[in-house]
């Protein structure tokens, strides 16, 4: 295999210093005196808007957490059948606490500045030991952080569709959040992976290939288009293979925000973008080391340490680290990995918080990303036996994928006072990629022509984001008002040369041929700018919410070919929308109306006119209903959507592409997760989609989009013993459909249907705790994906297939701190 990167004859002369940025931290409070009732004083002062309509107590006290950025602990069982009483008005914590508790008998104290306990009637004298710590049976903590951790598998709060730390019942539109436990029970290894089991999505469109996070959802996607954000920002990449990758390791919560979005983050998919929310450090110290093994020689190591800075209030710091050496499933490809994420935290007072991120990775081997014929995958090969799964279609010596990556973040957050909060984010990507590939071309009985397709990508980019949010009331009416601006630039350097190869008989293979050198292809230089402003407003009138949001977009393409020496420049302007409006019920049901639309600038010419791309634009309307019950912890959404997308882009053959009219898809959506016995996790999705292109011209008009299944179904389960022998055992299993698609048409315009198919997966975890003294914190966990070793394939046009992952066994070996 090439083992050297190749000579750049060209890189970004431009380089950039990292802009330093500014968040929000919500709910940042002061400490207080005493309010009537309580049994401490501990206690805070700041006042905010609060209103609360009577209802059941454990959803107003969901709310007030939410509001007020408190966590609340005490036992739900002790509350059951209690209903609050109405909050109203700008007042401090403990004063709308004190109204709220109005009447049921429960009294509260602090605990600390932005911590409560509530303790049930006749319960005072049990519910502290001596010294004064809780003593509860069992606690449960509400005020999640949307930017933190979710405790379990049920998000609360979300703050990827509105940039603000909002209940997701309160939300007009669909978000599904996969968590950091949801993703080490499945072990999902990337991104998409981490999105098996959510609705509205086709997870894994390239077969095998984990190099590349891309999923697909409601019925749109491209691998050219980006639907990625880390910390809500766009995670900057290129056209071609210059696109970053989040580690799983790093990830606190997966949030895909499903349908158009630019109101709030500009230039996005019609379909929604997926938002990754990073790990952080953390003032209580914890650490966690792993080492896993598995099937295709798999091998990993990962470690995480966080906690303050020693002798130090105000500093805390996280450090996190990847190791990853593995074969796959194809002969003569690997994937290997190296990355290491150190930040620091720092909080001089209570209303100012820094943070700083560093994230790096090298990706020696990507693993494998070639493409096999229709024949002989989805279709027979009639008179040949099938390509087996494990074929490699290109040349050990000529294979090469190498990414560099390296991240910085700064996150600064202040609170002006009681109303305002400002906030911003920046940072900075310097990424570099070198591939050399020899790939399919087409079929002929058994033999595979092939095409050499080397790349040497350069991308150096910058984001930036600021805002002001204010909470504050205008006679009845809460508002939530957030006025931001955005400002992002990539530059972008790229090469790519062209060639032919010696075909290779997929049934007898000879990988000792000479792979002749391509030819100059591709040479250029291409920076894009893209300014924003915007405004969100969320209005509360007692159980109604109404939203709305406007944005405006300017964005710049300028690129230059060096091989013709000359330059084109294309400005794009845009203007965006969303309004929607939620009525929540007291019994945890909420319903919900909204329209939003989006814009996507995208790069490449028209095939047929020679002229640019014009943007792709989109509208969708969402109608749906949410539930939060109240006796047990869980989050229920059904939704129906129609989108339509104009100036959609067709691909011709390889290389060539042209702008094809309008796609419209149409869906129904229900997804669960819920504990209906403590220790007993359900997560459950289907979805059913009507995409097509309903106008334009060719082979594709009256068919679904590539790529695009047409329903897809799960449902994983896991329990977890607590007595017994069987104490500390988990197990869990799911099961996962993706329907039909079209995989591209024919030149006789034939469509290329790629069948269905259903997976299962298996877990089991043991926590060593049982074992004996000093086992405390250690575990081992075994996961089996594709259980039934079923095969099946993925096709994004005519001979331009995989086969899907095949059965991998892993045992992970765990130790906490």
């Avoid at 920002?233 to 895909?256: F, G, K």
């Avoid at 009681?418 to 079929?443: G, P, Y």
């Avoid at 022509?449 to 909470?471: C, H, I, K, M």
């Avoid at 097509?692 to 329903?711: F, K, M, R």
């Amino acid at each position: 295999m090439v083992n050297k990167r190749f000579d750049r004859r060209h890189s970004v002369k431009q380089t950039r210093t990292s802009v330093s940025a500014l968040a929000v931290c919500l709910g940042l409070l002061a400490p207080v005196a005493p309010a009537v009732g309580q049994t401490e004083n501990v206690g805070v002062s700041s006042a905010r808007s609060f209103n609360i309509p009577a209802q059941s107590l454990n959803r107003a006290i969901l709310t007030f957490a939410s509001r007020a950025g408190i966590k609340v602990f005490y036992d739900t069982s002790s509350v059951r059948g209690l209903r609050s009483s109405a909050v109203s008005g700008v007042l401090t914590p403990q004063q709308a606490m004190t109204q709220l508790l109005a009447g049921t008998g429960v009294s509260y104290r602090f605990t600390s500045e932005n911590a409560m306990s509530l303790i049930a009637p006749g319960a005072e004298q049990s519910a502290y030991s001596a010294d004064g710590s809780t003593a509860l049976a069992q606690l449960v903590v509400s005020g999640e952080n949307a930017y933190g951790p979710v405790d379990g598998y049920i998000a609360e709060q979300s703050a990827t569709a509105t940039k603000t730390n909002t209940a997701l019942v309160k939300v007009p539109g669909s978000v599904s959040v996969v968590s950091a436990d949801q993703v080490t029970a499945q072990n999902a290894e990337t991104v998409s992976q981490a999105m098996r089991y959510s609705a509205g999505v086709s997870s894994e469109v390239r077969g095998s290939s984990s190099r590349y996070d891309m999923p697909y959802i409601r019925g749109f996607g491209a691998p050219g288009e980006s639907v990625l954000y880390s910390d809500g920002m766009p995670l900057l990449r290129a056209p071609s293979y210059a696109v970053p990758q989040t580690d799983i390791s790093n990830i606190e919560r997966v949030e895909l925000l499903k349908g158009p979005s630019s109101s709030v983050y500009g230039s996005t998919q019609a379909g929604g973008m997926v938002n990754v929310v990073t790990k952080r450090p953390t003032l209580t110290p914890q650490n966690e080391v792993s080492v896993t093994v598995g099937t295709f020689n798999q091998k990993e190591a990962t470690f995480d340490f966080s906690g303050p800075l020693p002798k130090s209030d105000t500093l805390s710091y996280r450090l996190i680290g990847h190791l990853k050496d593995s074969d796959t499933q194809v002969d003569y490809t690997k994937e290997e990995r190296r990355f290491i994420a150190p930040s620091i935290n720092w909080r001089p007072t209570e209303d100012t918080e820094l943070n700083v991120a560093l994230t790096y990775t090298y990706d020696p081997e990507g693993g494998y990303y070639g493409v096999l014929p229709t024949r002989g995958t989805v279709w027979d090969n009639p008179g040949y036996a099938d390509i087996p799964e494990s074929f490699f279609d290109g040349s050990p010596n000529h294979d090469l994928f190498e990414r560099e990556q390296t991240i910085l973040t700064t996150d600064l957050s202040h609170q002006l006072s009681d109303v305002w909060d400002f906030r911003a984010k920046a940072s900075v990507v310097d990424l570099n990629v070198d591939t050399a590939s020899v790939l399919t071309q087409s079929l002929s009985g058994s033999t595979i022509s092939r095409y050499t397709w080397d790349t040497q990508e350069d991308l150096l980019g910058a984001t930036f984001d600021a805002n002001l949010l204010g909470d504050f009331s205008t006679g009845q009416v809460d508002h939530t008002l957030l006025l931001g601006v955005s400002y992002q630039q990539m530059d972008w350097d790229y090469q790519a040369q062209y060639g032919g190869a010696p075909s290779v008989d997929y049934l007898a293979p000879d990988y000792n041929q000479s792979i002749p050198s391509p030819n100059p292809f591709i040479d250029q230089h291409q920076v894009q700018k893209q300014a924003g402003l915007y405004i969100q407003d969320q209005a509360e009138i007692g159980a109604i919410s109404l939203w709305g949001g406007l944005r405006y977009d300017y964005v710049e393409t300028k690129t230059r070919n060096r091989r013709t020496e000359t330059t084109s420049t294309v400005d794009d302007m845009a203007v965006s929308g969303k309004l929607g409006v939620v009525y929540s019920f007291d019994n945890g049901a909420s319903v919900y109306g909204s329209w939003s639309t989006s814009f996507l600038p995208v790069t490449g010419t028209d095939a047929r006119t020679g002229g640019a791309f014009e943007p792709l634009t989109a509208q969708q309307y969402e109608v749906g209903v949410k539930y939060e019950p109240d006796f047990f912890p869980g989050l229920f959404t059904l939704a129906a959507y129609n989108i339509e997308q104009d100036n959609t882009i067709t691909q011709a053959s390889p290389g060539r592409s042209y702008q094809n009219g309008t796609t419209r898809s149409r869906g129904l959506e229900f997804e669960a997760k819920f504990q209906p016995l403590s220790k007993w996790n359900v997560v459950a999705a289907l979805s059913v989609v009507d995409a097509e292109l309903i106008s334009g011209s060719g082979s594709a008009v009256g068919h679904s989009p590539v790529g695009t299944p047409d329903g897809t179904a799960s449902l994983w389960m896991d329990y977890t013993f607590d007595e017994g022998f069987l104490s500390n055992l988990m197990l869990g299993g799911g099961a996962r459909y993706v329907g039909e698609s079209t995989g591209g048409f024919l030149a006789d315009g034939t469509r290329i249907k790629v069948p269905g198919y259903a997976l299962v997966d298996a877990m089991a975890s043991y926590d060593l705790a049982n074992v004996g003294q000093g086992w405390e914190g250690t575990s081992l966990q075994l996961n089996v994906t594709n259980l039934l070793d079923n095969t099946y394939v993925t096709c994004l046009n005519n001979n331009f297939c995989n086969y899907g992952n095949e059965r991998a066994i892993s045992l992970k070996f765990s130790r906490k701190w």
